[in-house]
């Protein structure tokens, strides 16, 4: 059935929910449409819906609403069929009331929208139409109600010592943190529930250096009910002091490196502070504003809804004189993601040019000013494997699909390969019984087989040549292609465990190489040999006398390790190398052992460990910081002068340098003449011949 033209506002009224694959429109045209024609669309029927428009493989959970709240449902063609017969018909009288009752609190708010009489001529409209009453505040009324009882009651809870907490549960805080996206009045709410409860704000945005040494300095005297006159006069200045001072610190998660400390002075100064503090930031869930949970109230902005922006926009659009339906403002509302500061910049920028806004003209300005959504691997990997993305209806292009891939190149190809065999492909749903398994798997070798080409571009991208043109051909060797075989239902994506398995191989491959080091006393073979034929026969000994045995096992044990120069980490290593599957390992077998026999087990090696200093420990080396004596000796040889060459001639120059300066006599033994280090004998020896060349 072809798409009817239908008369403006013909769905008015109805809500309308989509679910399914439509035969001939795509589910995004088949939402502009009804929005086109002044229908609210929502994502889920509940007992307001007017109608269900069903496609093929409904959702289960929208079909169990649908016939609990018996709503009606309509086919494509008759949801099109429904445009054309509303068309032809006069708009119910309910709507049309409805309709003017907007209009008219549109042109109300539209005249207390006046400017300021001294406005600039070329202000912009983000200042021309900032709130100046709470009434004009769009959305989160509950918490500007909350700011401002905070700051009304903040004299009185001072005098408590904060601790009444009040109606909202507030007062017994010093300091409030607000967060919430960009652009839903977060710091205009400040500003004006400061203004109208009568307080002086002080504030420090990310254009200043907030450092520790500057908040310390700068608003020590502040905190202690100094005003903000009194901050900003000359030193020496008589200026009467006043609590009716807010610090407001803006864009607190956006402090950098020239921030240094900034937080920690934060909330050291917020636990002493006898005046208000108000910090705001983006998203309270960054690491660096967990200092300030215990100390803040926190709030949190939600976006506006649509509906409550669009006649804020609306009165702004009507007062300039610009021609904009409310289908078409709900278009630019939806691509600016309820920004209220760029819906305004946009409604600025299309009146220089325009001063009417058809529905088609605002998709194409929307979509040019779209604001950018912050995606994760998990809606990277949602978007390009769902049904709107290669079902028969499906728009975009190559190039399109292939920029979810250059989001993020390195975790879009591991979410494929984690989440391709756990979902269930649309082309195969109309199928059953053995003939739908037989093509899911002819899908799956596909999208396999594509994965596996993909893997091999990717070793010509990272290897030695370098070839990182061929991007594009990964992105769609090892993304866009296998997502274009199962795309379907899936359920939620699981996050690649390859990320977590190679972490843990590059750790057991360093300890294993360690293991083979010490292990080249007594065997020859490379870390290979030893993993694979060392190591079957080495855990017999290190791992089943103490499940055997118990304490009985643990000389045994030891010797073992002894023999062979290894460590407690070693056996560790030893034991979790092993292959094998739960609850038959010993690794799971060691863990349970009782307490006791690792408590002894770990003082029998510490007591066998006693010899260390004598030189005599079956340890292989260790580490220079174990021979104090050394470290001594050669302290005390830069202390004398040591030649600049020393490092790069070596220990036999420096022996023959002391040769020729000093021959000691043969009867003289030296009290470190059993010592069997020659750098340490060297080092030893020259002081002396130092103190008696001088002598001479």
Same mark, same amino acid.
């Given at each position: ?8 506002n ?39 819906t007017?109608y ?17 709240n ?10 099109? !069929? ?9 708009? %119910?009288?309910?709507?049309v009331?409805?309709?003017k009752?907007?209009?008219k ?5 539209a005249?207390?929208?006046a ?21 004009e ?19 009185r ?11 909202? !549960?507030?007062?017994?805080?010093? &300091? ?6 960009p ?19 002080l504030?420090?945005? !990310?254009s ?8 310390e ?25 006043? %609590?009716?001072?807010?610090?407001v610190?803006d ?12 937080v920690?002075?934060?909330n ?125 209806l499906?728009r975009?292009?190559l190039?399109?699909?292939?920029d ?7 975790i ?22 053995p ?15 594509s ?37 379907g ?7 690649p !465990? ?37 190591l ?11 499940v055997?045995h ?13 023999d ?23 690794? %799971? ?14 003082? &029998?090696y ?6 260390? &200093? ?10 220079t ?18 030649p ?6 070596g220990?036999?120059?420096?022996l ?10 043969? %009867? ?13 004998r ?7 011949g ?7």
């Amino acid at each position: 059935m072809p798409v009817p033209e239908g008369a403006p506002n013909c769905l008015a009224g109805l809500t309308l929910v989509f679910t399914g694959e439509l035969s001939s429109l795509s589910r995004d045209d088949a939402v502009d449409l009804a929005k086109r024609y002044g229908a609210k669309v929502t994502s889920a029927p509940s007992s307001k819906t007017s109608y269900v428009v069903l496609g093929e493989n409904a959702g289960a959970k929208k079909l169990e609403v649908i016939q609990k709240n018996k709503l009606r449902t309509l086919t494509e063609d008759g949801f099109l !069929a429904l445009i054309a017969e509303r068309g032809a018909q006069a708009l %119910d009288p309910k709507v049309v009331q409805k309709m003017k009752d907007e209009e008219k609190k549109i042109q109300q708010a539209a005249r207390a929208l006046a400017p300021e009489p001294d406005a600039p001529a070329g202000q912009l409209w983000t200042s021309k139409y900032a709130p100046k009453q709470l009434r004009e505040l769009v959305g989160n009324k509950s918490n500007i109600d909350k700011l401002q009882a905070w700051l009304r009651d903040f004299p009185r809870s001072r005098q408590a010592h904060f601790k009444k907490p009040g109606p909202n !549960a507030t007062n017994t805080f010093r &300091a409030m943190l607000i967060s919430g996206p960009p652009g839903v009045g977060k710091t205009t709410a400040v500003h004006l529930v400061c203004r109208l409860e009568g307080y002086q704000v002080l504030e420090l945005n !990310a254009s200043d250096t907030r450092s520790k040494k500057l908040l310390e300095t700068a608003l020590t005297d502040t905190i202690g009910n100094r005003s903000i006159q009194g901050w900003c006069a000359a030193p020496g200045a008589d200026v009467p002091v006043t %609590d009716r001072t807010v610090i407001v610190m803006d864009e607190v998660d956006g402090m950098s490196g020239g921030d240094r400390g900034g937080v920690g002075a934060i909330n050291a100064l917020i636990r002493k502070t006898q005046v208000p503090i108000i910090c705001i930031c983006n998203d309270r869930r960054n690491p660096k504003m967990q200092p300030l949970y215990s100390t803040t109230f926190n709030m949190t902005f939600a976006k506006p809804t649509v509906q409550a922006i669009r006649s804020r926009m609306l009165s702004i659009a009507f007062r300039e004189k610009l021609q904009i339906p409310a289908e078409v403002m709900d278009q630019l509302i939806v691509a600016a993601q309820s920004d209220l500061r760029l819906v305004t910049n946009m409604l600025a920028t299309w009146k220089l040019s325009q001063n009417a806004m058809s529905f088609d003209e605002s998709k194409r300005f929307g979509a040019q000013n779209q604001k950018p959504t912050l995606q994760t691997p998990f809606s990277l990997y949602a978007e390009l494997s769902s049904s709107q993305r290669f079902g028969p209806l499906n728009r975009q292009s190559l190039n399109d699909k292939l920029d979810y891939y250059f989001q993020d190149h390195s975790i879009v190809p591991l979410m494929v390969e984690e989440n391709y065999l756990k979902t269930n492909p649309a082309r195969v749903q109309k199928e059953s019984g053995p003939l739908r398994d037989w093509h899911h798997l002819q899908l799956l070798a596909r999208a396999s087989a594509s994965i596996s080409d993909g893997d091999l571009i990717d070793t010509l991208m990272h290897g030695p040549q370098q070839h990182w043109s061929l991007m594009p051909l990964h992105g769609i060797a090892s993304s866009v292609r296998p997502c274009s075989f199962v795309y379907g239902h899936g359920g939620f994506p699981s996050f690649p !465990a390859f990320l977590g398995q190679n972490s843990k191989r590059q750790r057991l491959q360093r300890e294993l190489v360690d293991l083979q080091t010490r292990m080249r006393l007594r065997s020859s073979g490379t870390k290979d040999d030893v993993r694979q034929n060392y190591l079957s026969a080495l855990l017999a000994k290190l791992a089943d006398p103490l499940v055997q045995h118990a304490q009985g096992g643990i000389d045994e044990v030891i010797d073992t390790m002894d023999d062979y120069f290894l460590i407690p980490e070693d056996r560790d290593t030893a034991v979790e190398l092993e292959v094998g599957e739960a609850p038959d390992t010993r690794e %799971d077998r060691l863990k349970k052992l009782p307490a006791p026999v690792k408590a002894a087990f770990t003082r &029998a090696y510490n007591g066998r460990s006693q010899y260390v &200093a004598c030189s005599r420990s079956p340890v292989a080396f260790q580490r220079t910081a174990n021979v104090p004596a050394a470290a001594q000796k050669t302290k005390a040889l830069r202390a004398e002068g040591v030649p600049d060459n020393e490092e790069a001639y070596g220990v036999r120059v420096l022996l023959t340098q002391v040769d020729e300066e000093v021959a000691e006599p043969a %009867d003289v033994v030296s009290d470190e003449e059993d010592t069997k280090d020659p750098l340490v004998r060297a080092t030893a020896s020259k002081p002396k011949g130092k103190r008696k060349a001088k002598g001479a």
